[in-house]
């Protein structure tokens, strides 16, 4: 099996920017221009690559961006762990047969993720 060239030549996959674009910010940890999020992506990826993704990200309200100067500050609307449970929400959403998606998934956790998830559940309903 060839690799199909993603990665050999500098190509991401669909949606892997927009994410290391995420991440720059969460790394930043408050409102950041574009200048600042570029130096933090990986592989120099172009200025306007960089506005382009924040400005995507802000049309899908991923991202705030607020007036500063001629440009913006961007900031994250979640945290890291947020966007990561909105995402297995909406994958979840999509499954078909919630209680055979969340069967299999627990059924497929680590030990050590499963002892945290049941601390969380039993917290949860006491509370």
Known sequence: MTDSGAGTAGRRAPGELENEVLAALWAVGGPATAGVVQKRVAG???????????????????VTRERAGRGYLYSPVRDE??????????????????????????????????????????GHQEG
């Open 44 to 62: 120099d990826p172009a200025y306007t690559t960089v506005l382009t993704i924040l400005s995507r990200l802000y049309e899908k309200g991923l």
């Open 81 to 122: 762990a947020g966007h990561a449970a909105a995402g297995m929400r909406a994958l979840l959403d999509k499954g078909g047969d919630r209680a055979a998606v969340l069967a299999r998934f627990v059924s497929e956790l680590a030990t050590e993720d499963e002892e945290i998830l049941e601390q969380l559940l039993r």
